[in-house]
């Protein structure tokens, strides 16, 4: 039978099942610091994140997903929406005991349940000396109640001594099933530029960081405290049951000159006290687990909105948006407050259920054992020990009442992850499909660089962006890419380097080059400056004089001396000091194709000249794609093409030599215009 509801997918995914997922085998033989996501990974590391996802899921293809039932309601849909999340949940989750999971979890597992089961046996010890210690005092045995009294001290000590043990495991496998899991959706969420794509498609993965963080703490550590839980009280509710069925007996009671026998009266009213406070815990806690979702939303929602605040801290303050910012915190914080405050309403109702039968659970075994105590078929210690035994079985029974709120938090938790992992599913389904159409990335022929072959870039709902696009790049040359803003030229710099999958046609490099790529908003990760410039690669990659020598000829001499100093360079350097930043990081790597995405845009004229002059002067042989808007540097530039924006996408619509020379035979000059008609139209030479 199909399921109700199997999850909701992003736009981009297709309803079959995927295929098992093909490694291609690498390409080159040099490591490179940047190359596009379906050839090989970019660097060491890269290849570390994608080895960690292939050992832990193996080759399996992500779970299928259907669509919901047509037929069900909103609200049904809804309810099989969440039961497919759980479900999700656990398909990644139980791996960790699969064969690809941790070598210590099933030790781990099995070493937990031999020390329940031994504790329960402890307990049962102390119980029987809760009894022979109240008959001894009954019948003042002195002698008993020294010995007793002595007995007390191994029971206590084994019984410590297994529950800080129990702990130990617990705890043990608790940390090392969230590092297993963590490292699993990490990688996946790293493969092949997912953490970016998520941004461009829909689905309910809003806050990853949030989710990969709290959210998947509370999904890995509530459940094994649960399944403990539930079995020591099965264990407890077993042994203890049978214990109060033998010392309590049956009861009997006059009414209307009729006496009526209750067998195991203790048992039955265990079982009856426990009913009637998990029925009350169910009845009042019903929205328990709505409200949890929403609370750790917006927990979620306002530490985004506070990290925001922080990495835009400059421009805010140079703007003077204090008061706005502050406006929109309040009103995230609002909603904070108000699912505390709904919450609240529910842990006060719970807690009076929770308070009222911890309070009456010790006093009404004594009560029910008075007559029998009186009459003398009982004795103290039988008395006592049948409160012991009855305090056990309700907490048994009584466990769903204490552990509600964190039941429904863990649902919350869990559907939160699951619906990360739904979204990965999806972009993972959509790499391994041809339904919307891949961009294929390949291999070049020849001395050619780079080559996009009928490359038609679109959005993940199929609209088209960039249209059928056909470009041939060779050694050496030099090209600017023009054209107004919103033309889809940082589009198509995206689908070269691999971050946007979705279009048709195909991306070629050269086997044996290495590829860098050079954003208008270079990364500065945390660390030393020395860190900054290496990046991506490690940064003892190079001495400290190669890289004092790189920020010298990008004009940033002045920060030599503070190289192996950790500050918030993200928040020091200004934008043109970023971007020479990223320039200084070219002439270390010395890749062989440089793409620049606006690389220059917060420079002044004068700096960009002398930026463009060292790159070409220190990298005389380098390819070079350029992606700008200024007129300026045609002046360091051999070739120039030009997009258009056109209501069915944008086209190239202009290929032009911007320095004369001589053409060799058999290289590829092809400037698509429109749909093909002229695909071999010759470049023409600019005027200088």
Same mark, same amino acid.
């Given at each position: 039978?199909?399921?109700?509801?199997?999850?909701? /997918?992003?736009?981009?995914?297709?309803?079959?099942?995927?295929?098992?997922?093909?490694?291609?085998?690498?390409?080159?033989?040099?490591?490179?610091?940047?190359?596009? /996501?379906?050839?090989?990974?970019?660097?060491?590391?890269?290849?570390?994140?994608?080895?960690?996802?292939?050992?832990?899921?193996?080759?399996?293809?992500?779970?299928?997903?259907?669509e919901?039932?047509?037929?069900?309601?909103?609200?049904e849909?809804?309810?099989?929406?969440?039961?497919?999340?759980?479900?999700?949940?656990?398909?990644?989750?139980?791996?960790?005991?699969?064969?690809?999971?941790?070598?210590?979890?099933?030790?781990?597992?099995?070493?937990?349940?031999?020390?329940?089961?031994?504790?329960?046996?402890?307990?049962?010890?102390?119980?029987?000396?809760? /009894?022979?210690?109240?008959?001894?005092?009954?019948?003042?045995?002195?002698?008993? @109640?020294y010995f007793?009294?002595?007995v007390?001290?191994?029971?206590?000590?084994?019984?410590?001594?297994?529950?800080?043990?129990?702990?130990?495991?617990?705890?043990?496998?608790?940390?090392?099933?969230?590092?297993?899991?963590?490292?699993?959706?990490?990688?996946r969420?790293?493969? %092949?530029?997912?953490?970016?794509?998520? %941004?461009?498609?829909?689905g309910?993965?809003?806050?990853?960081?949030?989710?990969?963080?709290?959210?998947?703490?509370?999904?890995?550590? =509530?459940?094994?405290?649960?399944?403990?839980?539930?079995?020591?009280?099965?264990?407890?509710?077993?042994?203890?049951?049978v214990?109060?069925?033998?010392?309590?007996?049956?009861?009997?009671? +006059?009414?209307?000159g009729?006496?009526?026998?209750?067998?195991?009266? $203790?048992?039955i009213?265990?079982?009856?006290?426990a009913?009637?406070?998990?029925?009350?815990m169910?009845?009042?806690?019903?929205?328990? @687990?709505? $409200?949890?979702?929403?609370?750790?939303?917006?927990? =979620?929602?306002?530490?985004?909105?506070?990290?925001?605040?922080?990495? %835009?801290?400059?421009?805010?303050?140079?703007?003077?948006?204090?008061?706005e910012?502050?406006?929109?915190?309040?009103?995230?914080f609002?909603?904070?407050?108000?699912?505390?405050?709904?919450?609240?309403?529910?842990h006060?109702?719970?807690?009076?259920?929770?308070?009222?039968?911890?309070?009456?659970?010790?006093?009404?075994?004594?009560?029910?054992?008075?007559?029998?105590?009186?009459?003398?078929?009982?004795?103290?210690?039988?008395?006592?020990q049948?409160a012991?035994?009855?305090?056990?079985?309700?907490?048994?029974?009584?466990?769903?009442?204490?552990?509600?709120?964190?039941?429904?938090?863990?649902? =919350?938790?869990?559907?939160?992850?699951? +619906?990360?992992?739904?979204?990965?599913?999806g972009?993972?389904?959509?790499?391994q499909?041809?339904?919307?159409?891949?961009?294929?990335?390949?291999?070049?022929?020849?001395?050619?660089?780079l080559?996009?072959? %009928?490359?038609?870039?679109?959005?993940?709902?199929?609209?088209?962006?960039?249209?059928?696009t056909?470009?041939?790049?060779?050694?050496?040359?030099?090209?600017?890419?023009?054209?107004?803003?919103?033309?889809?030229k940082?589009?198509?710099?995206?689908?070269?380097?691999?971050?946007?999958?979705?279009?048709?046609?195909?991306?070629n490099?050269?086997?044996?080059?290495?590829?860098?790529?050079?954003?208008?908003?270079?990364?500065?990760?945390?660390?030393?400056?020395?860190?900054v410039?290496?990046?991506?690669a =490690?940064?003892d990659?190079?001495?400290?004089?190669q890289?004092?020598a790189?920020?010298?000829?990008?004009g940033?001499?002045?920060?030599?001396?503070?190289?192996?100093?950790?500050?918030?360079w993200?928040?020091?350097?200004?934008?043109?000091?970023?971007?020479?930043?990223?320039?200084?990081?070219?002439?270390?790597?010395?890749?062989?194709?440089?793409?620049?995405?606006?690389?220059?845009?917060?420079?002044?004229?004068? +700096?960009?000249?002398?930026m463009?002059?060292?790159?070409?002067?220190?990298?005389?042989?380098?390819?070079? @794609?350029?992606?700008?808007?200024?007129?300026?540097?045609?002046?360091?530039?051999?070739?120039?093409?030009?997009?258009?924006?056109?209501?069915?996408?944008?086209?190239? @619509?202009?290929?032009?030599?911007?320095?004369?020379?001589?053409?060799?035979?058999?290289?590829?000059?092809?400037?698509?215009?429109?749909?093909?008609?002229?695909?071999?139209?010759?470049?023409?030479?600019?005027?200088?």
């Amino acid at each position: 039978m199909q399921p109700a509801y199997a999850g909701v /997918r992003p736009k981009l995914s297709g309803p079959g099942q995927a295929a098992k997922p093909q490694r291609q085998k690498p390409r080159g033989q040099k490591p490179r610091e940047y190359e596009p /996501r379906d050839k090989k990974p970019r660097n060491k590391k890269a290849s570390a994140v994608e080895a960690a996802a292939s050992e832990i899921v193996g080759e399996a293809p992500p779970p299928e997903a259907v669509e919901p039932d047509p037929k069900l309601t909103p609200e049904e849909a809804e309810q099989a929406r969440k039961k497919y999340l759980l479900r999700r949940f656990w398909i990644s989750g139980r791996g960790y005991w699969g064969r690809h999971g941790d070598k210590l979890a099933w030790p781990l597992t099995i070493g937990l349940l031999i020390l329940i089961c031994v504790n329960v046996g402890f307990q049962y010890g102390i119980n029987v000396w809760n /009894r022979a210690i109240f008959d001894a005092i009954e019948k003042r045995d002195a002698h008993t @109640v020294y010995f007793l009294s002595a007995v007390f001290i191994p029971l206590v000590l084994g019984s410590i001594s297994l529950v800080v043990t129990q702990v130990y495991l617990r705890m043990t496998m608790q940390r090392r099933w969230r590092s297993w899991l963590t490292t699993l959706v990490i990688a996946r969420w790293l493969a %092949n530029g997912r953490y970016y794509q998520l %941004n461009l498609v829909q689905g309910d993965h809003q806050n990853p960081e949030a989710r990969l963080s709290e959210d998947l703490r509370v999904a890995t550590e =509530a459940p094994v405290d649960f399944v403990a839980g539930v079995i020591v009280a099965t264990l407890s509710a077993s042994t203890f049951i049978v214990v109060l069925w033998t010392i309590g007996g049956a009861l009997s009671v +006059s009414l209307g000159g009729s006496t009526f026998t209750v067998p195991g009266f $203790l048992v039955i009213t265990a079982v009856i006290y426990a009913a009637i406070t998990s029925t009350s815990m169910f009845v009042i806690g019903r929205d328990f @687990v709505r $409200l949890s979702e929403e609370k750790n939303q917006t927990e =979620a929602e306002f530490r985004y909105v506070l990290t925001r605040v922080r990495e %835009n801290g400059e421009s805010i303050a140079l703007l003077g948006g204090e008061e706005e910012e502050r406006s929109g915190i309040d009103k995230t914080f609002a909603g904070v407050l108000k699912r505390w405050a709904q919450l609240t309403g529910q842990h006060m109702r719970t807690a009076l259920v929770s308070q009222g039968s911890s309070l009456f659970a010790p006093v009404v075994p004594v009560l029910l054992c008075a007559p029998k105590f009186l009459d003398g078929s009982m004795s103290l210690g039988q008395v006592m020990q049948a409160a012991s035994a009855f305090a056990i079985v309700q907490g048994a029974f009584g466990w769903l009442v204490d552990n509600y709120p964190r039941l429904a938090d863990w649902n =919350a938790s869990a559907r939160r992850i699951a +619906s990360l992992m739904m979204s990965l599913d999806g972009l993972e389904r959509a790499e391994q499909s041809d339904e919307l159409g891949r961009i294929q990335h390949g291999e070049t022929k020849g001395d050619t660089m780079l080559s996009l072959d %009928n490359l038609s870039v679109t959005l993940d709902d199929g609209t088209s962006v960039v249209k059928e696009t056909e470009v041939g790049v060779e050694a050496g040359e030099r090209v600017l890419v023009s054209g107004e803003s919103g033309s889809g030229k940082s589009t198509l710099v995206r689908a070269i380097a691999g971050l946007w999958p979705w279009g048709s046609g195909g991306v070629n490099f050269h086997p044996d080059k290495r590829l860098f790529m050079l954003p208008q908003r270079p990364y500065i990760p945390s660390g030393t400056l020395r860190r900054v410039v290496a990046y991506p690669a =490690a940064a003892d990659n190079w001495k400290l004089e190669q890289i004092k020598a790189a920020l010298d000829k990008v004009g940033l001499g002045h920060l030599t001396g503070r190289i192996k100093e950790e500050a918030p360079w993200d928040q020091t350097l200004s934008g043109g000091e970023k971007q020479r930043v990223a320039f200084a990081r070219l002439l270390l790597h010395r890749p062989d194709i440089v793409v620049l995405d606006e690389a220059t845009s917060a420079l002044d004229e004068k +700096s960009q000249d002398q930026m463009m002059q060292t790159v070409i002067r220190e990298l005389p042989e380098v390819t070079i @794609v350029s992606v700008a808007h200024r007129a300026e540097l045609e002046a360091f530039h051999t070739r120039k093409i030009t997009l258009e924006r056109h209501k069915g996408g944008a086209k190239l @619509v202009g290929d032009i030599d911007l320095v004369p020379r001589k053409r060799k035979r058999g290289l590829l000059q092809r400037a698509l215009w429109g749909s093909g008609t002229r695909a071999e139209k010759p470049r023409k030479t600019a005027k200088r």
